[in-house]
């Protein structure tokens, strides 16, 4: 059974009343067997999995400016209060607390996600900022790295993707400390949050000899990111941690893509790096990278 067909149906069905029933009959199985299958890809039950994805969407229009009385009837909630206590217990604040968050937050300029997702960080923001903005994340999550070492690395990452630029026009190096500020924030150790500075290995400086610019027990890691294109099923876990938050901001920045290829990656996302999310067990990775990618697929 093909699951991401039925995840794409309930995606694009989530304002209409879907049944277990009427699940297991459109993937071809009986109930109870479908059930199981649902429950081993997912971990979740049918209706634990519906619930989350209409509350994501139920945000969604929420910060967007849709009133919360009218978004709670549009995903099927019977009642204000029943809505308001789902969302609360899902992300831990209340419908009324993201409307205001968001408005004050126009005002003067934020992002209310962070309490749902992952750390975030605006396109355009300087290297120099995002480096800054590592290291107050490595201390604030009591990650020790030397700071001459930190220094010496990221000095390394500069040169490596020194005059190439992203898609959407940033420095490529931008790119990297923002999936070394994921793992950071997904609570990697300090040789792969470093190593991340290098997720992308085709984009580098192939004159460089990273062996020996790189700090032994970092090189160790970065040694392995290639196996990821070559024999996957090899990757140390440090390589899929840092592929896992690599795809996660390209991902975030998949807009600057042509429509065709938005398409490409996002079902990529859903077949490949989401099973492999479940595995990692960090749910605002898992959500956030599900949310994405059924949003542009």
């Given at each position: 059974?093909?699951m ?6 309930m995606?694009?069905h ?5 049944t277990n029933?009427?699940l ?5 199985y009986?109930e109870?067997h ?14 634990e999995y519906?619930?989350r994805?209409r ?7 929420l ?7 009218d978004?709670?009837?549009?995903y099927?909630f019977?009642s204000h209060?029943?809505?308001s206590?789902a969302f609360k217990?899902?992300f ?9 968050l ?10 209310c ?8 960080t605006k396109l355009?923001t300087?290297k120099?900022?995002l ?9 604030k999550?009591?990650?020790v790295?030397?700071?001459?070492v ?13 005059g190439?630029c992203?898609y959407c026009?940033?420095?490529f ?5 923002n999936?070394a500020?994921?793992?950071?924030d997904?609570g990697?150790?300090?040789?792969t949050i470093l ?9 580098r400086n192939?004159e460089?000899?990273l062996e020996a610019?790189l ?5 160790n890691?970065v ?5 990821w294109?070559t024999?996957?099923d ?5 390589v899929?941690?840092?592929?896992l938050?690599e795809?996660l901001?390209n991902m975030r920045?998949?807009?600057?893509l042509?429509?065709?290829k ?10 490949l790096y989401l ?5 990692v067990?960090?749910?605002?990775l ?5 949310d994405l ?5």
């Open positions: 059974m093909d991401n067909r039925i995840l794409d149906y995606e694009a989530l304002e209409e009343k879907l029933a009427q297991a009959e459109l993937a071809g009986s109870y479908f059930l199981q299958l649902f429950k081993a890809y997912t971990g979740e039950t049918v209706m519906l619930c994805r509350l994501f969407r139920a945000m969604d229009d910060v967007a400016g849709s009133k919360i009385i978004v709670a009837f549009r099927g019977e209060s029943a809505f206590r217990r899902e831990g604040f209340s419908p009324s607390f993201l409307r205001t968001r408005l004050e937050l126009d005002c003067i300029g934020g992002n996600m962070e309490q749902i997702f992952l750390n975030s355009g300087p120099g900022e480096f800054a903005g590592l290291k107050e994340l490595l201390k999550n009591d990650v790295v030397e700071e001459a930190l220094d010496e690395v990221y000095g390394v990452a500069c040169k490596v993707y020194e190439k992203r026009r940033d420095e190096v931008t790119h990297t400390i999936v500020m994921l793992l950071a997904m990697a150790d300090a040789d190593a991340g500075l290098f997720s992308d290995i085709s984009e192939e460089m000899d610019e700090p032994e027990n970092v090189w890691v040694k392995n990111i290639d196996l294109h024999d996957r090899s990757c140390p876990e440090e899929l941690l840092i592929k938050a795809r901001h920045t998949i807009e600057y042509a429509e065709e938005r398409a490409k990656k996002a079902k990529e996302t859903l077949e099973p492999l999310a479940r595995k067990n960090n749910q605002k898992l959500e956030e990278l599900n990618g059924r949003k542009y697929s």
